[in-house]
């Protein structure tokens, strides 16, 4: 099957074609480093990184670029509390993010580049379009001029004369009200951080004083939100590239203003295919830092591991509502839980002195033949992780069928080829760690080694008729994570 995805920019589903048939050049809109990471910003990078590994599982070599935006209004209202200056609060928190990246299992991209370092590309993108007459400057400021622009409006279908005004109009500076600023005169004013301000913070006046300005052509200033992320991606990849993929709410203005822009400049379509991902929403409302309803990575990570949240996260197509409660989260652990299991098995089984090269089981063929091919069908139809998990649980039902009604003998190639559709679909492009454990080899032999004392321990209670300690004893293991199995042979154990 040829891959399709939903592009935004035309409002359909699409067959994929990358300009070079070898390669594909996708950004990403990363994050302004002004808050701890949530679980709405995972979700997007979880389901991109899946859509690289799965372009890259097809075949093409992907640059992936995703930036980061250190220098904002938002950084500088932090100051005092998360640093001293907008430079050490941006270094704050684009630490965390990268510590929050590397948690939830993230293949890493080809460059994560930053706006402070990229001004001089920024100045030179706007000087092109300064000489071409798309922007103007006003009073040390610069904007682009949205009339110059025939096809404004074509991301997110709207027309120019319905557009509101875009951002604060000093002094009547901007010739049409959704004209936008490519370039700020000055620093930042107190009043620009002022609803952004946190408790802690330094006072307003001494935060703005440690906000970045640059020399520019049009006298010292700051570069505006829209213009960075043109100059980032025609920098590091191309002028027109395939994929850009970013959070539904960036589709207006901040999409369509690097649409316009980027093509104002080279005259060239900016990008073929634009991906959007669906905000995750609690209780009604999107997860946001600045409604404060966020659960932030790093607790999520502490509190439920990688996989269940990965589990979490591509249990809604990209495209799709996604809802975070309690209710999903334990969802998400469940499924989690069989696919380990089921791939657990299907590791145990094959490795087995009951796994034979004569025993053919036709269901078990069938049903990896069948899982292999629905979770391809799913990916390439607009990178569906949902049904491809689903997928995958079929497998599981597979294995646990096979494995329970063995009387005696495995199907080892049958198993082989399970486990190797869990490792290759399941922990190559969705993600998630089969057999790894998150532990050294060292602290899980460790690990066993005290449950099985814990359960020879257990066993002499048994024997002596203290069936009730014996039965605590295993409620114990169990809150620590260890899943006790009675069994004629004795007790097994999972960790």
Known sequence: MTLRVTNTLTGETEPFEPRDPDSVLLYYCGLTTSDPPHLGHARGWVHVDVM????????????????????????????????????????????QVIEDMRSLNLDRAEVYPRVSEHVPEIISLVERLVEGGHAYEADGSVYFDVTSFEEYGKLSNQKVEDIEAQG???????????????????????????????????????????????????????????????????THLDETIDIHVGGQDLVFPHHENEVAQSEAATGQRFANYWLHVR????????????????????????????????TFLLSTAYSSRATYSEATIGEAEERWDRLERGYDRAVEACDSVDAYATVTDERLRTAVDEARADFEAAMNDDFNTREATTALLDLTGAVNA???????????????????????????????????????????TLAGDIVELVLDVREQERAAGNYERADELRDELEALGVEVQDTDDGPTYRL
């Open 279 to 310: 905000l995750l929403e609690t209780k009604g409302e999107k997860m946001s830092s600045s409604l404060g309803n966020y659960f932030t990575v790093a607790d999520a990570v502490e509190e439920f591991g990688p996989d269940v949240l990965r």
């Open 168 to 234: 604060e109009d000093t002094e009547g500076e901007k010739r049409h009200p959704a004209d936008f600023a490519l370039w700020k005169a000055g620093g930042v004013d107190p009043e620009d951080i002022a609803e952004h301000q946190h408790p802690a913070a330094a006072p307003a006046e001494e935060a703005c004083q440690t906000a970045q300005t640059w020399d520019s052509p049009w006298g010292e200033g700051r570069p505006g939100w829209h213009i960075e992320c043109s100059a980032m991606s025609m």
């Open 52 to 95: 690289c590994r799965w372009l890259e599982w097809l075949g093409y070599d992907v640059r992936h670029v995703e930036n980061f935006t250190d220098v904002n209004e938002k950084i500088v209202a932090r100051v005092g509390e998360d640093g001293d200056s907008e430079a050490e609060v941006a270094r704050h928190y684009v630490r």
């Open 402 to 444: 096979h494995v329970d009604g063995h009387d005696g003998a495995y199907d080892f190639r049958g198993l082989r080829r399970a486990v190797e559709a869990f490792e290759e679909f399941g922990g190559g492009i969705l993600g998630l760690s089969f057999g790894e454990g998150g532990e050294s080899d060292g602290d899980v």
